[in-house]
């Protein structure tokens, strides 16, 4: 038994189940809110594998777009992980199933990616 995922309407403040596209309220798009904000996760300081660093972005990526946040940022150190990340992120940009991302330029083991416009 799992409730549903709630999501608050930016603009109305309507609590509405997550992966309804419209406010029912407002009718605003909800799939393309966000408040510009940043979520930071570490996937590869904890001794994790390069197949456990992709489930957790994955995880991540996802849990951020049900969320207000516009921006994942995902620390990946200076490894394979870093590698196999940077190799999906071209992809899914390709895909436009992100809309960017890019390296930070002071700290070149951390990747912000763009979620939603
Ligand atoms: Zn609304």
Redo the contacts with the bound molecule.
């Keep these: 038994m799992s409730q549903d995922r709630t999501i608050d309407?930016l603009?109305?403040?309507?609590t509405?189940t997550f992966g309804i596209v419209h406010?029912p309220?407002?009718?605003?798009r909800?799939d393309l809110q966000h408040d510009g904000s940043t979520v930071t996760v570490d996937i590869a300081h904890n001794h994790e594998t390069v197949r456990e660093a992709m489930q957790k972005l994955q995880r991540n990526m996802k849990e951020t777009r049900e969320s207000n946040a516009q921006n994942l940022r995902i620390v990946v150190g200076s490894g394979r992980i870093r590698d196999e990340v940077l190799g999906l992120l071209y992809d899914l940009r390709s895909r436009e199933t992100i809309i960017d991302f890019s390296q930070d330029d002071k700290n070149p083991g951390a990747v912000t990616i763009k979620l939603k416009p």
């Design positions: 309407c603009e109305c403040g309507m509405v406010c309220k407002c009718d605003n909800l």
